[in-house]
């Protein structure tokens, strides 16, 4: 038995705990299979979403992000000491969330794959809209004003670690592009990227999506790494999967690692979709994000060498039994995906 990896688990309401529950059954099984040893550190505390704060008063919805920021960050400060590398979270609230995510610099991934080639998307989350450093309500007038900002020694470093993981996932000779509301601000960001990497493809987001579809779709070529401030990741993300097909915003996952040196060692797992708050706890929401996480941290973190692919065969083979439009089954379609990766292994529980 190898030495104990510890991996972190943070919850949301809605369907996070029923997600958390599938995520450690199927880690659990790839693990004995595997012969891993695993101890799983999970947070108490259940995090709110915005279903479950979109009612309440401004000033309460204010203190539950205060409370919740403090309770996560405590959280991610713990696994960053007890040597964890690795955290699986559920949906929370997207204010408590970037707020945690601009205090820690943080640098969301995800990899595509189209036919033979690779497109690589880091999704800048440590700077701009998503993360404005303050805003005020002014009630009287019905207004909200907010600040933000961009920093040049953010994109250099946003750039160096895109450019190390593109190294690792992507061919030798990737293009790179750079995609930034960059005609705004006196052209400033123009003129930080040309500075930084002059090997890069700056575009405004318009421009990219024209060029991506109309010539590198039809023509690809080498693999791209795509760096895109976060508030045009949110939208391309998704229009990439459907318009690739590639997958499902209720079937992917990503992850996300911090620059700040006080959590560089850890990566953070998440599903694409949200908390889907109204299905909570009558067993209908579809876990194949949450088993490819298990798969995902299993091969890359506990060495389970081919588990990502006897996983995605045997999520292909169950879905035969789950036709769209027919009433779905969260613990049903586990069990299934269960018992495939089990009798591919040949092992016996």
């Known amino acids: 038995m190898k030495n104990r990896e510890k991996i972190g688990i943070i919850v949301g309401s809605g369907t996070g705990k029923e997600l958390s529950v599938v995520f450690k059954r199927i880690l659990s099984v790839i693990c004995k299979i595997y012969n891993r040893s695993v101890e799983f550190l999970e947070v108490e505390h259940v995090f709110n979403t915005y279903f479950h704060l979109r009612e309440l008063p401004l000033n309460e919805i204010r203190r539950r992000t205060k409370e919740d920021l403090k309770i996560l960050s405590n959280f991610y400060t713990r696994c960053q000491s007890e040597n964890c590398r690795v955290i699986f979270r559920t949906a929370i609230n997207a204010e408590t969330l970037y707020l945690f995510r601009r205090r820690y610099q943080a640098v969301k991934m995800v990899i595509m794959h189209k036919k033979n080639h690779r497109i ?23 207004k909200i004003h907010f600040e933000g900002c961009y920093e040049k020694e953010n994109i250099a470093r946003i750039l160096k670690i895109a450019k190390k993981e593109a190294d690792s996932k992507l061919r030798s000779g990737y293009k790179i592009w750079v995609v930034y509301k960059h005609h705004l601000f006196g052209n400033m960001i123009e003129k930080w990227v040309k500075k930084i990497e002059p090997q890069a493809l700056l575009f405004q987001p318009n421009s990219m999506s024209q060029i991506f579809y109309e010539d590198y779709i039809k023509n690809p070529g080498e693999d791209l790494l795509i760096i895109m401030g976060n508030e045009i990741g949110d939208i391309l993300h998704e229009i990439f999967l459907y318009s690739l097909n590639v997958g499902k915003r209720a079937n992917s996952f990503n992850k996300t690692i911090f620059l700040s040196p006080k959590l560089h060692s850890l990566t953070e797992y998440q599903t694409v979709h949200g908390s889907a708050d109204q299905i909570a706890g009558k067993n209908l929401v579809d876990p194949t994000a ?35 439009g027919k009433q779905f089954d969260t613990l049903k379609f586990t069990e299934q995906v269960q018992d495939f990766i089990i009798k591919s292994s040949g092992y016996t529980l």
Do not use: H, S
């Open 290 to 324: 949450t088993i490819r996480i298990a798969a995902d941290i299993a091969e890359d973190f506990l060495k389970c060498e081919g588990i990502i692919l006897t996983v995605e065969k045997a999520i292909e083979n169950v879905k035969q039994n789950f036709p769209e």
């Open 120 to 142: 690589l998307i880091v999704r800048d989350e440590t700077q701009g809209y998503y993360a404005n450093d303050k805003w005020t309500y002014y009630p009287n007038k019905e």
